[in-house]
């Protein structure tokens, strides 16, 4: 019996399967965590929300945050790395800085221990090693935008408070769904 | 793994004794029992973690009940490749429309599966739909779950034992252990 999500965030057993137009992911542990969420019905969008998290002294925005995955049934952003646990202060802190200005966004990181852990629990332990790190990388050249602040070490990271507002301006690639 | 698994000695650490898994049990069942008080509850156990707690959470619930078994496939199992969904691999044998329905859980970590049945089930219109689980790892959290009984919160650890399995092993073991890391890293 195959079951598939319905409109209304229900799932039925009659219902067709959705067959989502699969994106080009930036990593093959996103692909591996689409298929994981397409089997459990759960509807997710591909970066679809750039947040910007710091700006200059001219208000033009010099970083920004787009999480992985957005699960709109759920309300909650989904950002996973599988950098190894000493080298995800960068994220962390833009993850941070990400919960100061939008306070009302739900967003949970998923660390490389969790998806260690998850690929654990589905037997499917062996793929970790291949999906971790820059071997993992399955579409090298899609474009990215560079994050200017990403080289720079934390301490020089211009500090500049957002706009009071808190509404992002500058040069936002999308209207940022903040709720 | 092999054949011939000492299961006991694969366990690093127990972490739940038998005496405190059936003391916790009959605490949930007494509670169950007085919120349950003149509905019509039927227990819905997932197979096959859930089937030991059931076993046992049944006959600590002191009023009128029912129960019914499920299966789904989990990721990465045998039936994973060929549909890329969740399949009912057995559904409830009758309908739970306008009962009271208590799902009862081994574990709790991403949520997923979980996410998944409350949406399954809550199609079948019951009464009230509520979830009870022996083990609960909110570490792992991915979906945010509504638990309404819980027998234990534990640490992120990967533990086997009471219904829980790795490879399908250990569940028969009467307490809930940690399973030692080089078990499932010599496996990998």
């Not at chain 1, 952003?77 to 190894?84: A, G, P, Q, W």
């Not at chain 2, 549909?83 to 691999?89: A, D, E, P």
């Not at chain 2, 234990?152 to 092993?169: K, N, R, S």
Request: charged share 25%; proline share 6%.
């Amino acid at each position: 019996m195959t079951v598939a999500s319905q409109p209304d965030g229900g799932v039925s057993a009659e219902a067709p399967a959705p067959s989502p137009a699969g994106p080009a992911f930036a990593h093959a542990s996103e692909a591996e965590m689409a298929r994981i969420l397409d089997f459990y019905a759960v509807r997710w969008e591909y970066e679809p929300s750039t947040f910007p998290i710091l700006w200059n002294l001219d208000g033009d925005v010099v970083e920004s945050f787009s999480p992985d995955f957005y699960l709109p049934d759920l309300d909650l952003y989904l950002e996973m790395t599988t950098l190894r646990q000493r080298l995800v202060r960068k994220k962390n802190r833009k993850l941070r800085r990400l919960r100061e200005l939008y306070p009302g966004i739900k967003i949970k990181l998923f660390y490389a221990r969790d998806f260690r852990a998850l690929m654990l629990k589905y037997g499917k332990l062996a793929l970790v090693d291949s999906l971790s790190g820059t071997s993992g990388q399955v579409v090298p050249e899609r474009g990215v935008a560079v994050d200017p602040a990403e080289d720079l070490p934390e301490a020089v990271v211009p500090r500049v408070e957002a706009p009071r507002s808190r509404r992002p301006e500058g040069r936002a690639q999308e209207e940022p769904s903040i709720r | 793994m092999n054949g011939s698994v000492d299961l006991e000695a694969d366990i690093g650490e127990v972490l739940l004794t038998e005496d405190q898994i059936q003391a916790r049990v009959a605490e949930l069942g007494a509670r169950i029992t007085a919120d349950y008080a003149g509905s019509r509850l039927t227990l819905v156990s997932v197979l096959k973690g859930a089937l030991p707690f059931m076993a046992d959470l049944m006959r600590q619930i002191r009023v009128p009940l029912r129960i019914d078994l499920m299966e789904v496939s989990s990721y990465g199992g045998a039936t994973t490749e060929s549909s890329g969904l969740v399949r009912i691999l057995k559904d409830l044998s009758t309908s739970i429309e306008g009962e009271d329905v208590l799902i009862c859980e081994d574990i709790i970590d991403t949520g997923l599966t979980l996410n998944y049945l409350v949406r399954y089930l809550g199609g079948k219109k019951p009464a009230s739909l509520r979830i009870c689980t022996l083990l609960d790892k909110p570490a792992r959290r991915l979906v945010e779950i509504d638990v309404d009984y819980t027998g234990f919160t534990i640490p992120d650890q990967f533990v086997v034992g009471y219904g829980l399995d790795y490879g399908e092993h250990y569940r028969n073991l009467r307490f809930v252990g940690v399973l030692r890391p080089e078990v499932y890293s010599s496996a990998g």
